[in-house]
């Protein structure tokens, strides 16, 4: 029997990096250059404490996690700076790629009628860096919408509030249960259980495992995106 739940998706937002986009670690080699801007001495137990914040929190704003670790505005945003200009410099350098089978879900979702809104907790400069390096952008690229945390008044993820955005700008679904939500982290899951998706998928190429999903309140587990076709086909 087919789940109407499942196959009546109408929107899909997925994540950028880790589970669409493999960046082999470049936001731990980022962050060693925001660190380093503030002073933190790699090797230090302050420096490992905070790369361990950073690791538990992938999929959050980017500038929330250096809130949180640095205090102070003026300071947060000095590491914010430093991460973003490094990560977009390694970017620049080659060192994304696609995760295997991403694009090709991403044309067989769009193909199949349904609108999809890729979401990222960088920066919006980072995130068209990412987009121009992998050559996601222009009419040949079927994504409707590119979001950071910017665009949806400035909280990211695990706030709902990409989702929802996506929601409201597209005008693709009817309601929010005609919605899917794909990330690699717990925070991913979280904000489209905070949104009201009906579809809510950890996928393990990126930061978090099938425990943290499922402790998010994930609704499935992929092995990659690439299954997410599937999926949605209620062939799976």
């Known amino acids: 029997m087919t789940d109407n739940t499942v196959t009546d998706i109408r929107l899909v937002v997925l994540d950028m990096a ?3 986009v493999a960046d082999g670690g470049l936001v731990e080699r980022a962050f060693a250059a925001a660190a380093a801007e503030l002073g933190v001495e790699p090797g230090s137990a302050e420096h490992a404490e905070h790369l361990a914040y950073v690791r538990a929190t992938m999929g959050e704003s980017k500038i929330s996690v250096f809130r949180h670790l640095f205090g102070d505005e003026e300071r947060a945003q000095r590491a914010n700076t430093a991460f973003e200009k490094a990560y977009g410099d390694l970017v620049n350098g080659g060192l994304i790629a696609p995760v295997p089978g991403a694009r090709e879900a991403i044309e067989e979702l769009a193909a199949s009628g349904r609108t999809v809104v890729l979401t990222t907790g960088f920066a919006r400069v980072t995130q068209d860096a990412i987009l121009a390096a992998l050559g996601w952008q222009g009419s040949s690229f079927p994504v409707s919408l590119t979001l950071c945390p910017a665009d949806a008044g400035g909280r990211g ?26 990330g ?42 690439a299954a997410l076709p599937a999926l949605l086909s209620g062939a799976r």
């Open 18 to 20: 880790g589970t669409t």
């Open 157 to 182: 993820r695990p706030y709902p509030d990409m989702v929802l955005e996506a929601f409201l700008r597209t005008k693709a679904a009817e309601d929010v249960t005609q919605v899917a939500v794909v």
């Open 184 to 225: 690699d982290t717990s925070y991913d899951v979280l904000s489209g259980v905070r949104a009201g998706a009906a579809v809510v998928a950890g996928v393990r190429t990126g930061a978090h495992d099938d425990e943290a999903f499922r402790a998010a309140g994930a609704t499935h587990v992929l092995d990659s995106v």
